[in-house]
C-alpha cells in the first residue's frame, strides 16, 4: 500500500544518515587528539595552581602543630550530646524569658496593641539574608489567628524590649514568640482534674522506672501549664475521700470553686499538686466522692462566666477502677443530667495491673454509656 512505501522510504533515509553523523564524529574527535599536547596542559595547570597559591597554602598547613587522639566513639558522642544540650537550654531560656515577661504583665493585657501586625509589612521592614525575609530589629509584631475568641487580649509593649534584649545577647536566635499549646484550642474551657491518691499509686508504672502516682503528677502539671487565661481549672486528690487545695487566708476559692488559669492561680494549683497530693495508706478508691466534688466544681455559678460558649472537660488519672461507693457511670449519669450533659468525660488508666472488668468500667465512664440524652447530647 501507499502506506507501507512511504514507512519503507523514511526508514531507508534515516539508515543512510546514520553512518555520515557516526564519521564526523569519529573525525572531529581525531582532530583534537591529534593537536592535544598533554605535557603543555600539564605545564599549564602547575602555573595556575602555583599562581593562585596553593602550594604556599599547603606549606603554612603542614606547619601547624596537631595532637593525635585515639578515636572513642562513646565519649565523642557523648561530647557532642552536651554541647547539642547546651545550645537548646539556650534557646529554651530565651524564650522562657519572654514567656515570663508576658506571664508578669497579663494583668496589662488589652484587646488593642499599638505594635504593628507582622503581615502588614511597615516601610522599615528590610530583608535580611540570615532570616531570609523582610525583617525590623527595632519592635516586635504581633499575629492574631481568625479563629481567635472575641474577647482575646494583646501583651502589654514591654515583650517587645525583652525580644530586642535577648537577641542581641545571643543573635543565634532568630525568631521568638510567646506561643502555647493552649493557643490550638480558641475555644475557653473548664477543666477538673481527678488524680488518685490510693495506696497502689505508689507502685512503678511499668513504662518507666517513675510511680504512677509521678506520671499523674506531670500529666496534671502539664495540663495545668498549657491552660490559658481565660481558662478555669480545679484540682482534684482522692482514695477513699477527697482532698481539694486550701490555698491561704486570703484565696480560700480554690476549694469550692473553679480558678481561671492565672499566673497566680497557676502556681497556687501547681504548688498543690506538687507538694500536698501524696499516696495515701489506704487501698480504697471512690470514684463516687470524687466525680461529685467534680461536678459541683462546674456547676459552680460565675455571673461573668457564660459556660454555654465553653468546653467542660473532667480529666480522671488513676491505675484501676471503683472499689467503694454507688457505680461512678450512674453517677456520671445523674449529676451530667443536671448540667443538661455539657460535661465531657476522659478516663486515663496508669499502668499495669487492672482488670479487664476495671478497664471496661473506665472506658464506659469516658463514653457515659449509662447517661441519658434526654436532658442533652452526650459529648
Not at 66 to 84: R, V, Y
Not at 102 to 108: K, P
Not at 130 to 141: L, M
Not at 273 to 294: C, D
Request: proline share 3%; with cysteine.
Amino acid at each position: 500500500s501507499n502506506h507501507d512505501i512511504k514507512h519503507t522510504c523514511n526508514a531507508h533515509e534515516v539508515t543512510m544518515k546514520l553512518p555520515i553523523l557516526l564519521a564526523l564524529s569519529c573525525y572531529a574527535y581525531g582532530v583534537i587528539a591529534q593537536y592535544l599536547d598533554a605535557s603543555l596542559l600539564s605545564s599549564k595547570l602547575k602555573e595556575i595552581k602555583k599562581s593562585i597559591g596553593i602550594d604556599h597554602l599547603q606549606e603554612e598547613f603542614n606547619k601547624l602543630p596537631f595532637t593525635t587522639k585515639t578515636g572513642n566513639g562513646t565519649k565523642l558522642l557523648a561530647d557532642i550530646q552536651d554541647k547539642l544540650a547546651a545550645s537548646l537550654v539556650r534557646f529554651k531560656n530565651v524564650l522562657d524569658a519572654v514567656k515570663d515577661e508576658v506571664f508578669q504583665n497579663e494583668n496589662r493585657f488589652t484587646t488593642q496593641t499599638t505594635l504593628p501586625h507582622c503581615c502588614d509589612k511597615p516601610g522599615t521592614y528590610v530583608y535580611d539574608p540570615k532570616f531570609r525575609k523582610e525583617v525590623d530589629f527595632s519592635t516586635a509584631c504581633v499575629t492574631k489567628s481568625p479563629s481567635s475568641s472575641s474577647n482575646a487580649k494583646y501583651p502589654h509593649n514591654t515583650v517587645s524590649d525583652i525580644m530586642k534584649t535577648q537577641y542581641y545577647q545571643n543573635k543565634n536566635v532568630l525568631w521568638q514568640h510567646y506561643a502555647f499549646a493552649a493557643t490550638a484550642s480558641p475555644k475557653d474551657k473548664d477543666v477538673v482534674i481527678l488524680i488518685d491518691s490510693s495506696s497502689s499509686m505508689k507502685q512503678i508504672s511499668g513504662v518507666t522506672s517513675k510511680s504512677k502516682m509521678i506520671i499523674a503528677k506531670e500529666a496534671a502539671r502539664t495540663v495545668i501549664e498549657t491552660l490559658n487565661p481565660n481558662d478555669r481549672v480545679a484540682v482534684i486528690s482522692f482514695s477513699s475521700g477527697v482532698t481539694v487545695p486550701t490555698g491561704d487566708p486570703n484565696h480560700d476559692c480554690y476549694k469550692d470553686t473553679m480558678s481561671f488559669a492565672s499566673k497566680t492561680n497557676i502556681d497556687k494549683l501547681q504548688e498543690f499538686v506538687s507538694l500536698y497530693i501524696q499516696e495515701s495508706n489506704t487501698g480504697n478508691t471512690n470514684f463516687e466522692n470524687v466525680l461529685i466534688k467534680a461536678f459541683t466544681y462546674l456547676g459552680s455559678t460565675n455571673d461573668n462566666v457564660d459556660v454555654s460558649t465553653r468546653d467542660q472537660v473532667i480529666l480522671l488519672l488513676t491505675d484501676g477502677g471503683s472499689t467503694e461507693g454507688r457505680d461512678p457511670r450512674e453517677v456520671i449519669s445523674d449529676e451530667n443530667a443536671k448540667l443538661q450533659n455539657r460535661v465531657i468525660m476522659f478516663t486515663y488508666l496508669l499502668g499495669p495491673g487492672a482488670t479487664n472488668e476495671m478497664k471496661q468500667q473506665l472506658r464506659e465512664m469516658a463514653t457515659q454509656a449509662k447517661s441519658k440524652s434526654a436532658y442533652g447530647n452526650i459529648r
